[in-house]
């Protein structure tokens, strides 16, 4: 199967947003340990909300390309 130029970018554009938000959640593991406490749960939370909006955007620029 023949994968055109256009389907490559939308893959590598999901696959690099993805990768971006798991580094940022072990970043978020890393820097407040196993126990996240009351501000590391708000920045998990803050990533994941992050991460609803930026893959609706990613989706809207794929969508438009």
Do not use: H
Request: with cysteine.
């Amino acid at each position: 199967m023949d994968i055109d130029a256009e389907m490559r970018r939308k893959i590598v554009v999901s696959i690099v947003s993805v990768g971006a938000f798991f580094a940022l959640f072990v970043g978020i593991g890393v820097t407040y340990g196993p126990d996240l406490g009351d501000t590391g749960g708000i920045a998990l939370v803050g990533a994941i909300a992050l991460f609803v909006l930026v893959m609706a955007g990613v989706g809207v620029y794929l969508q438009d390309c």
